[in-house]
């Protein structure tokens, strides 16, 4: 059973490029959330998504970034025209669902984003 | 505001000595409180998992409590070994959802 997947584990992007971050959940996973760990700052949350709905965005930059979990295949954050600040490593979770207490999350090994 | 703070930042420790990592948040109606450990340049694994029920959690060397009324957990990680060395991370669950509320982390390097 392989854990969650995250690809690309490096991107590199000039200023003003786009950036497709690609993250599978764990076999039988339908939760999906997305966290941000800047340089010197600690892993924030950004959204969490269930099959083809947002359900929770609130950390979210209100521009340029964008999540999606398709019915069909992985869950895809997309930054457009990217800036020096949004230099960092973007870590994909899932779990299996929310109604437990005793419910674990799941991480990748992270895309580390970087932007000249 | 709900935060989650940790200290140290930083331990050093000689293999084989018995330590103690500190987490605290402001709120303490939890849903639950996980501790995580994070190598460098990898994801991060999950150690421990404390239902807000519940006052502890054991998991080989490794034990966790929780004291929601004083808004605190510790890690007591038993007898060290170099292959512990990470940064250990604290997160509080304040409700269904999965946003979890990491601390700052600390860095623990175990010396052979």
């Known amino acids: 059973n392989a854990g969650v997947m995250q690809n690309p584990r490096h991107l590199v992007r000039r200023r003003g490029q786009e950036a497709r971050l690609r993250c599978s959940p764990m076999?039988?996973?339908?939760?999906v959330y997305w966290y941000r760990q800047l340089p010197e700052e600690g892993l924030k949350f950004m959204v969490y998504?269930?099959?083809?709905?947002?359900?929770?965005e609130s950390g979210m930059p209100k521009e340029r970034f964008s999540a999606e979990f398709p019915k069909e295949g992985p869950s895809i954050l997309r930054i457009q025209q990217v800036v020096r600040g949004d230099s960092a490593a973007y870590f994909c979770?899932?779990?299996?669902?929310?109604?437990?207490?005793?419910?674990?999350?799941?991480f990748g090994s992270g895309t580390q984003l970087s932007v000249l | 505001k709900q935060e989650v703070t940790q200290i140290p930042a930083a331990l050093s420790v000689p293999e084989g000595e018995n330590l103690v990592l500190n987490c605290s948040f402001t709120?303490?109606?939890?849903?639950?409180l996980q501790w995580f450990r994070q190598d460098p340049g990898k994801g991060l694994t999950s150690l421990l998992l404390?239902?807000?029920?519940?006052r502890e959690q054991t998991s080989g060397r490794l034990n966790a409590s929780l004291d929601k009324s004083s808004g605190r957990s510790t890690l007591y990680i038993a007898a060290s070994q170099p292959g512990d060395s990470a940064t250990y991370l604290c997160?509080?669950?304040?409700?269904?959802?999965?946003?979890?509320?990491f601390g700052q982390g600390t860095e623990l390097s175990v010396k052979p």
């Open positions: 076999k039988g996973h339908s939760h």
């Open positions: 404390i239902q807000s029920s519940q």
């Open positions: 979770a899932s779990s299996r669902s929310t109604r437990s207490t005793n419910e674990k999350l799941f």
């Open positions: 709120d303490s109606a939890i849903y639950n």
């Open positions: 997160a509080v669950l304040y409700n269904q959802g999965g946003k979890l509320i």
């Open positions: 998504l269930q099959k083809e709905n947002i359900i929770d």
